[in-house]
């Protein structure tokens, strides 16, 4: 009787280790899943902070945008949450000389309607990115995102090349941004209807939506399971997710707390530390690819003087409004790149607080009386806008900030027709390639500042061209001083990107270029 008592116990041991180990999901290679799929709510809802330009991958240039869209649609690379290039569709790449990328397709990808995904599937995406006119008669505004990309030639269904037309180092760096589409689906539906009812290779399928309210997509069960070196390899968790449009911060910190939404973006650093306190709700942050910066026109006088430009770097103590308007959650950067970047100049130093040798500047220029002016914004940089006035106040210069919407103030900043404005600029490469190019370049598309250096010119060009990294990173550390020296920015902070969920969220991870991907992400049922 006591063997037998002893076999069952034993047994019941063994039955209670067997289905502990099946219930904890093991290791993430094995999707972290919960035991049964009954734990799992059927809906994850997300509450974003902007509204959607666009659900036609080849037609915007901007993050919220991209963060749905890649939920749908997969890149021939992707990049991990820290920053890694790994292939997704793409099986393997390989350059066969500084100008010609070879990549081989992962067979048996499917888009949401069952066609097959081929090389004629990845030739028409670029064809459509980099071809003028090709879209209606539209270019595709993400064409200035593939440098020097020329031509995509089709060597066998499974097999392309992409020729550039000059070596361009940071190609694999800036494909994450380029989605594949497929072409039998667009020639036959055409591109208006397309960006109505998009059909990709992602891990959710688009339902329904409009684009100032929500997004809806349901899971895409043919998934191939997106990059090996990004598990699970296997369909999403969710069986639906929703992407809320809820651009009043309170009201998106009040649907979180809630349990409206599962996941937001763009976590006020005032409320950081209630947040924290719920026992309902995580806060989770990453290192952010974004600069926020105070730009000067320096073709209109008193900004013109270089001296009123250091002068206004000195008057600013970035660190205290850093501490007290940001709560400490960004760092001050020490001239215009992000303190990851590469090739960051490591011996500029932040101009630090001196409001004596910001006045001693401004005399010495002629403006010992100090001046008037307007400090322009939009109401997302309201609170930091004000602390900086209310420094150069300090030292006799009379700013006054006004607030704008980005619609109406963007072409005033292209036509040179403001004279002090904070915005910010995205650097998602943390290469200088596509952060200096276009702020600090003469005449491109985000030199609000008006800035122009003929050095600084040339030594972005060259950079641009070269793929010794060792040279690459000298010629940026060299633009980055001439900059610094001649400081059209009040050079100013990155940021950290938080966001927020409830506790029940599983293998939610923040990215740093702010992305949300939801492929593994799931909400456990109360």
Request: hydrophobic residues 35%.
């Amino acid at each position: 009787m006591k063997k037998r008592v002893r076999q069952s116990l034993v047994g019941l041991m063994v039955l209670m280790f067997v289905l502990t180990v099946a219930g904890c999901g093991g290791k993430k290679e094995a999707g972290n899943q919960p035991s049964q799929e009954a734990q799992i709510s059927d809906i994850l809802v997300v509450g974003m902070s902007d509204s959607i330009l666009t659900l036609d991958p080849a037609m915007h240039r901007d993050r919220n945008t991209e963060t749905v869209i890649r939920n749908m649609f997969d890149g021939l690379v992707t990049r991990t949450p820290d920053g890694k290039i790994v292939p997704e569709i793409a099986e393997s790449y390989t350059q066969l000389s500084p100008t010609v990328w070879e990549f081989k397709i992962r067979r048996g990808i499917t888009f949401h309607n069952g066609d097959p995904l081929t090389a004629d599937d990845v030739k028409f995406t670029f064809d459509r990115l980099i071809t003028e006119g090709f879209i209606d008669g539209k270019t595709s505004p993400r064409k200035g995102l593939l440098g020097s990309l020329e031509s995509v030639e089709k060597v066998d269904d499974y097999t392309v090349r992409l020729n550039l037309a000059q070596p361009w180092p940071i190609l694999l760096r800036m494909l994450p941004h380029q989605q594949i589409v497929p072409k039998k689906y667009l020639e036959e539906k055409g591109n208006a209807y397309f960006a109505d009812n998009p059909i990709g290779a992602g891990p959710f399928k688009f339902v329904e939506g409009k684009l100032d309210e929500r997004i809806v997509m349901e899971r895409y069960e043919g998934y191939y399971g997106g990059s090996p070196e990004i598990p699970p390899i296997e369909p999403a968790r969710s069986k639906r997710v929703i992407f809320e449009i809820i651009p009043e911060t309170s009201t998106r910190v009040a649907a979180l707390q809630s349990g409206k939404v599962h996941i937001i973006q763009n976590v006020p650093t005032d409320m950081v530390e209630q947040l924290k306190a719920s026992p309902e709700i995580d806060v989770k942050m990453a290192e952010g690819t974004r600069v926020y910066m105070i730009e000067m026109n320096v073709t209109r006088a008193p900004f013109d003087n270089v001296k009123v430009r250091q002068a206004l770097n000195y008057a600013v103590d970035m660190d205290q409004i850093v501490q007290k308007v940001l709560g400490g959650y960004a760092t001050v950067l020490a001239g215009p790149n992000l303190q990851n970047s590469f090739a960051i100049n490591t011996d500029l130093k932040p101009y630090g607080y001196d409001p004596e040798k910001a006045k001693q500047l401004l005399k010495e220029a002629g403006y010992e009386k100090g001046f008037n002016m307007v400090f322009d914004t939009t109401e997302e940089f309201k609170d930091v806008a004000e602390a900086v006035a209310t420094y150069l106040r300090q030292v006799g210069i009379n700013a006054t900030v006004r607030i704008w919407d980005w619609g109406v103030l963007k072409p005033l900043l292209e036509k040179g027709e403001r004279q002090l404005i904070m915005s910010s600029w995205g650097n998602s490469t943390q290469d200088p390639y596509d952060f200096m190019i276009p702020k600090l370049k003469t005449k491109d598309r985000g030199n609000y500042s008006l800035y122009s250096n003929n050095r600084v010119d040339k030594l972005l060009d060259e950079a641009s061209v070269t793929m010794d990294e060792a040279k690459r990173a000298d010629m940026y550390k060299e633009a980055q001083e001439i900059v610094y020296n001649d400081a059209p920015w009040i050079f100013g902070y990155s940021k950290k990107e938080i966001e927020g969920s409830l506790k029940g969220v599983q293998n939610w991870v923040p990215s740093s270029d702010s992305r949300i991907n939801l492929h593994d992400v799931y909400l456990l049922k109360k």
